[in-house]
C-alpha cells in the first residue's frame, strides 16, 4: 500500500487554491485522485517528468489536466512530488495553476530545493500529514 504525505507549503498552497472565489481551482483534489489513488508504486515512480533525482528520492514536476474546465495537461496544473525509490511513499510537495488568478509559470531550482529541505525537517519533526484521497 502507497503511504501519500505532506508538508505544509503543500497544504498551504492547496488550501489558498481551493478559497479562490468562483471555485475555479475547486477541481485539483479531484485530479490528484483520479492520477494517484489506484496508481501503482512503479507508475509514479517511472514518470516522464522526472527532474531531480537526490540520494533515494525521485522529484517529479507532474502536469495534471482539468477535466471539469476542460483544460489539458499542458494548461491545467503543476504537482510537484517526491517519490521514495525505497519505500511506496509519495510526498506531495507543492501544487501550483498555470492559468487563473494564482498563475505560476514554472518553479525554480533554488525553490525544490527549499521543498526538500522543507520535507527533511518536517520528516524528522513529525510534522508531515497523510494525504486522504
Given at each position: ?58 522529484i ?27 519505500i ?46
Amino acid at each position: 500500500m502507497i503511504i501519500f504525505n505532506t508538508i505544509s507549503t503543500f497544504r498551504t498552497r492547496l488550501q489558498n487554491l481551493l478559497d479562490i472565489r468562483k471555485g475555479v481551482y475547486a477541481s485539483i483534489p479531484a485530479e490528484i485522485k483520479r492520477e494517484f489513488q489506484s496508481a501503482s508504486i512503479d507508475t509514479i515512480r517511472n514518470n516522464r517528468d522526472m527532474i531531480l533525482i537526490q540520494n533515494e528520492a525521485v522529484i517529479v514536476k507532474y502536469r495534471l489536466g482539468d477535466k471539469r474546465m476542460k483544460l489539458s495537461k499542458a494548461n491545467g496544473y503543476r504537482l510537484i512530488y517526491m517519490v521514495s525509490t525505497i519505500i511506496d511513499r509519495v510526498v506531495f510537495l507543492d501544487v501550483f495553476p498555470k492559468r487563473g488568478p494564482l498563475q505560476q509559470l514554472n518553479i525554480d531550482d533554488k525553490e525544490i530545493l527549499r521543498l526538500i529541505e522543507e520535507f527533511n525537517s518536517e520528516a524528522s519533526n513529525g510534522l508531515l500529514k497523510e494525504y486522504e484521497f
